[in-house]
């Protein structure tokens, strides 16, 4: 058993890849032998919101749900080649961490493969620092070395709300530092974020995206203060963030790091309330043409472009069901309405908004969790009932479905005003006794809408069953159950 436990231990480790800060690229791999017909593969890193690193789906990139830390970054081979290898580009250490590849072939298991990147960052010393290597050797002697250089050289995080007006970056120093030093911001895909040189600000050498968004304090260099302020943040600069002074020899005087956190706000609430808002406010001037967009995963939850909701590029199952507040450019208040939540609604949505080169003028990040309600009965009840109720207008020619979808059979079926038994597939006679099933149903309601559009999906809600050989059964009701 001992062996066993062992074999399976190894069987899972992930390979390791190591790379230094500062290189060029890096490859993550992930071989597979077979054909790339119907295939997708997703690369993901599952301590970051949102998990996916790369989508490459029909032989094309998705990189709809891209965590946004990553955009840009990565690329991968043509899927013809069987080389599902990931290419990340400019790695740093906020790369550190298990990175999987997921591998989906229609009609097979999923394929899985775990790479660790390790992300070694070197250190160069200032000038006169050999005080520092020679007190971290005495403590090494005492047995506290390691400890103290972590310590010695852990990275301050500034963490803020999602969508604030501005934040600060601190970096200071008591040195005296020369009046021809160089100050430099490199965020954490190593692009400019501002320079300071010859005692002016050089926007020429500074990156686009923070074009007239950063400022630093007057007379840096007599005060030491060599802070930095960046204007309207968006979540998709969050990471470490390098201020670094040179000497007209481009000799490094200091260099200091600190990491820029966003707090996500997290709404709940119960499956049955009519409508959740999803918080997006903001203090900055939007102009006329300013496009807003929300976005779940993938899907386009709600957009407003030219002073009007658009509904072309909305998701299907959204339809209906969102709205915006009037004046939202005015009075800065883009939070979305969401009508009739359910569980499947659980996720993290996000609001952009957009000038009319496309330009981010504010995204923030918001997390829904529609709790569900729970029905406990005991075992060997006559009968139990799965609520589904709902605030719609229901017309007469309402049809009823009740689903199980572990083998997509119908349960029940209510249409033309009466039940159709000759409709179902399977019963909930059975569900009682210890040979019951585990049951997984949704309740889906459609109605006709004319001809041209067919029958539409009112609303959805599902019920999942626990039948056990205990005492007790348990039913939970929600729209997705894992276990």
Known sequence: MLLLLLLISVSRQALIVEVYE????????????????????????????????????????????????????????????GDFSLTLRKPHTFDNGNYTCTIRVTG????????????????????????????????????????????LYRVPQVEVDSGVES????????????????????????????????????????????????????????TGDLSLTLERPTDGEAGKYTCTVYNKERKILLKKQVELQFRVPQVE??????????????????????????????????????????????????????????????????????????????DTYTCTAYNNRKKILIKKEVVLKVKVPQVEVDSGVESVQLPFNTTLHLP?????????????DKVHVYENGSDQPEKQDRQLLLLTGPQSPLMDVSAHLYCSHGESDGEMKLTTRGVVLFVEVAQRTVCHVSTSFQR
């Open 22 to 81: 500062g290189a060029e690229s890096v490859l993550l791999p992930c071989p597979f032998n077979g054909t790339s017909e119907n295939t997708t593969v997703v690369w993901s890193r599952y301590d970051l919101n949102p998990p996916t690193i790369h989508q490459r789906q029909q032989k094309k990139d998705n990189l709809t749900g891209q965590n946004q830390c990553y955009r840009d970054r990565t690329s991968m081979k043509t899927l013809q080649t």
């Open 108 to 151: 097979e298991e999923p394929r899985l493969t775990d790479v660790q990147l390790q992300v070694k960052e070197p250190y160069t010393f200032p000038a006169g620092a050999w005080v520092i290597p020679a007190v971290l050797a005495v403590a090494a002697i005492v047995g506290l070395g390691v400890c103290s250089w972590k310590l």
């Open 167 to 222: 934040v600060q970056l601190a970096c200071k120093t008591t040195r005296l530092l020369p009046e021809d030093a160089k100050v430099e911001w490199m965020d954490s895909n190593f692009e400019k974020v501002h320079v300071y040189k010859n005692g002016s600000y050089r926007p020429e050498e500074q990156h686009q995206v923070y074009k007239d968004r950063t400022k630093m304090n007057e007379d840096l260099l007599k």
């Open 269 to 346: 609430v119960d499956s049955e309330v009519k409508s959740v808002q999803l918080p997006c406010k903001t203090i900055i001037h939007l102009p006329r043409d300013t496009e807003v967009e929300w976005v779940k995963s993938s899907k386009t939850v709600h957009v407003y472009q030219n002073g009007s909701d658009w509904s072309e590029d909305q998701d299907q199952s959204y339809r209906g069901r969102t709205e915006l507040r009037r004046n939202l450019l005015k009075t800065g208040d883009l939070s979305l309405t969401l009508k009739y939540p359910t569980d499947w609604d659980t």
């Open 396 to 408: 007469k020619d309402a049809t009823v479905e009740w689903m199980e979808n572990k083998y997509d």
